[in-house]
């Protein structure tokens, strides 16, 4: 059986698509990307980077969201398509 490995969402690069596996956040901070519609399975977008990385600019759910640095750390991806 072939297992896929998974990175954290810091590591996506600007334009690649990935679903996320997994998020080790704080329950609140959890909630806070629940309500938002990042949950597991969620098939996320890097938009873009800020000029020094942080914070990132991701979509999901046809919505676009900024994530702090340690936020993106803290969620686990598995990537998808090219």
């Keep these: 059986m072939e297992t896929?490995?998974?990175t954290s969402l810091d590591?996506?690069?600007?334009?690649?698509?990935?679903?996320i596996v997994q998020m080790d956040l704080r329950p609140m901070?959890?909630?806070r990307?629940?309500?938002m519609g990042l949950t597991v399975g969620t098939r996320?977008?890097?938009v873009r980077r800020a000029p020094l990385r942080y914070p990132i600019i991701?979509?999901?759910r046809g919505s676009h969201l900024t994530l702090r640095k340690a936020v993106a750390r803290s969620i686990r991806i598995q990537l998808t398509g090219p």
């Design 4 to 6: 896929s490995k998974t």
């Design 11 to 19: 590591h996506l690069g600007v334009g690649r698509s990935a679903r």
């Design 29 to 31: 901070e959890a909630q």
């Design 33 to 35: 990307l629940m309500e």
């Design 44 to 46: 996320v977008t890097l």
């Design 58 to 60: 991701i979509q999901a």
